[in-house]
Each structure stands twice: as C-alpha cells, then as structure tokens.
C-alpha cells in the first residue's frame, strides 16, 4: 500500500517549526519501533497543550513516515497557516454542519491508502484539573472498525508545563527548558469489536478501550496512578450549574 511522501509542505513546516522546539525543549521519545513501517494506521493522541500537535508531529515526522491531522475548519483560514494546512493533507473538521461527516471518509480514504491518519479523540483540549486524558469522542473508533488498521496510542507529556491547557499568553513558561514527552505503545487490540453494527453502544466501548490505553501509557510517563474514571467534562459542567442552582435558591431564601 501506498504512503504519503513527506513532500515540500511538510518539509517546509518542519523547517519552520523544528528549530524552535530544538532551541526552547528537550525530548524524551519512545515507542517508534510500535508505528507500522508499511500500510495505514491510526494513532489516537491526548491532547494537553496548544502546543503538543508540533510536539507530536515532530515525533512523527522523524520515524519518516508523516501523519493527516483531523483539525478545525477554521485553521484551514488563517492566512499562511491554512495553507500550511492544505498543502501538508490535513483533514478539516466541520463541526455542528452536514460536512462533519466528510472528515470521517478522509480519514477512512486515507486509512485504505496506506497513510497514518492521527486523532486526538478528547476533541479538544482536555479540562480535567490534572491535564488526565477526557473520555473520547468516537471518531478514531468509528475509522478504526471500518478500516480494522492499526490503533497506535500515544501520550503526551511536557507541553503543558510550558503552555497549559485554556492558559492565557501570562501563563506560559518557557524556561527553565521542559522536556516534550512522547511515548507511542503497541496497538490497541479491537479486535472484539470486529463484525459487529457500529451501533452508538459497540463504538463507546471501543472509544473506552483506545482512551484507557492513552491513559495507562500517560500513567507510565508520568509515574502516578490515573484517575478511575476518565473526566466527563459534559457531567461536570452539569453539576457545576447545578451548584450554582441551589446556591442561588438558597440566597434567594435567605
């Protein structure tokens, strides 16, 4: 199967964006040797930092075979940045629109084209006070079971402690230098879910599984035990406004 060869636009970002990661960061990588040399895979990333897609494409980039980001439509119209985008392949996502699906066949076309095609599942930033890994949207899982291609896992440690998550430009610490962690471990086995209706249910699990293996390796980088349950930022915010509720109703007896 084919790979995408990494070409004048990704050679062109690397030269801008390595230098600066070289001057400011340290590295601390492990887990090539778990990325296929040949064929399509995905590989399914927590997301902690702004600054950790240039952490992680740097990492990928130098195992020689370089990665489709899903990323938000509206980056594909920033001046210069956009065309940064479209001309390395990355993969727009139209959020809330009858385009989001689009992405999904991208990502599945690329796949079965022999690509690697990364995700970062949360979705987003994560909002979990201690920067753990969110339970995950279904994308990577969906793409997963249709293609049945490898799940890579990756987790990600050191960007946040420059630039932290949600963190205003006050927030971010440079120096001392920290070191950007990386670490891909072996596939994740979804082979359960194999043949079965990709029903909302079978794609949750299968999403539960890839997001504890992120988790398990980030617990390994970080030499701490991972929360029980991964943060559900939807029930937080749904507990926080009720708080807000019942203190309102309080004051309103006093």
């Known amino acids: 199967m084919s790979r995408r060869r990494i070409g004048f636009w990704y050679r062109l970002a690397a030269a801008i964006a390595k230098p600066p990661l070289l001057l400011f960061f340290k590295r601390d990588w492990s887990g090539m040797e778990n990325l296929p040399t040949d064929g399509g895979y995905i590989t399914a990333i927590n997301h902690n930092s702004a600054l950790d897609p240039l952490s992680y494409a740097h990492f990928q980039y130098n195992t020689g075979r370089v990665p489709r980001f899903l990323a938000k439509a509206p980056l594909f119209r920033v001046p210069f940045v956009g065309m940064i985008l479209r001309g390395t392949g990355q993969i727009p996502v139209y959020r809330e629109s009858t385009d989001a ?48 291609a490898p799940v890579i896992p990756v987790a990600q440690w050191g960007a946040n402690e ?10 971010i610490r440079l120096f001392p230098r920290k070191t950007l962690r990386v670490q891909a471990g072996p596939p994740v086995d979804l082979s359960e879910f194999y043949g079965q209706d990709p029903t909302a249910e079978v794609l949750r699990a299968a999403t539960e599984t890839i997001m504890v293996s992120i ?40």
């Open 215 to 254: 988790t398990a390796l980030l617990a390994e980088m970080r030499g701490e035990p991972a929360p029980e349950q991964l943060y559900d930022h939807s029930r937080a915010r749904a507990e926080q406004r009720g708080r807000r509720q019942e203190r309102q109703e309080q004051g309103d007896g006093a």
């Open 101 to 148: 699906a689009n992405a999904f066949r991208a990502a599945v076309d690329a796949v079965n084209r022999g690509e690697c095609v990364a995700f970062y599942p949360e979705g987003t930033l994560t909002r979990d006070p201690d920067h753990w890994p969110m339970q995950g949207k279904t994308g990577a899982a969906r793409v997963a079971l249709l293609t049945k």
């Open 162 to 171: 420059a630039v932290p998550p949600y963190a205003g430009t006050n927030k």
